[in-house]
């Protein structure tokens, strides 16, 4: 089978099937529970918290994990803005964003923000320019995706 889909999701490399296969079968406790199984779970959980932390340079308690990239993005555009709030209620966005974003940036009109989507031209993409022109004193948030995941446009 050829498949043409890798930018919606793609099989995970041989060692990450094999280490998450031995987690799910063996290791499957709540890392929040206090029996053993739970509180070894919570010490792997913890000691990849800190290796993916060291390797971008971050603090561990900046590193949050989530189901997936959807569920993830939503926390992002939402998150930022809610914690940021005070300062601006302005967010950029297009109309040709992934629908994690694009519903994130829907809820968040409903709380209040001013959510400007620009149109994409006729290549699929958003100019430099038009973001920047699009930019007020308040704005908050710019959410653009760098590749859409459909068309492969590129901004």
């Not at 189901?67 to 109309?95: F, P, Q």
């Amino acid at each position: 089978m050829i498949y043409f889909d890798n930018a919606s999701t793609t099989s995970v490399h041989p060692e990450v099937a094999r280490v998450y296969g031995h987690l799910v079968s063996d290791l499957y406790g709540n890392p929040d529970s206090l029996h053993a199984l739970g509180r070894r779970s919570g010490r792997l959980l913890e000691q990849a918290r800190e290796r993916i932390a060291a390797s971008i340079g971050v603090q561990p308690q900046e590193i949050l994990f989530t189901s997936g990239g959807s569920e993830a993005n939503s926390l992002a555009v939402a998150g930022y803005a809610l914690a940021n709030r005070k300062r601006g209620r302005h967010i950029i966005t297009t109309n040709v964003e992934h629908s994690s974003a694009a519903h994130a940036a829907d809820w968040l009109e409903s709380q209040g923000f001013d959510v400007q989507r620009l149109p994409v031209n006729a290549d699929g993409s958003v100019t430099a320019r038009q973001v920047r022109d699009a930019m007020r004193p308040d704005t908050l948030l710019v959410s653009i995706m760098h590749v859409n995941n459909e068309t492969g446009a590129v901004n």
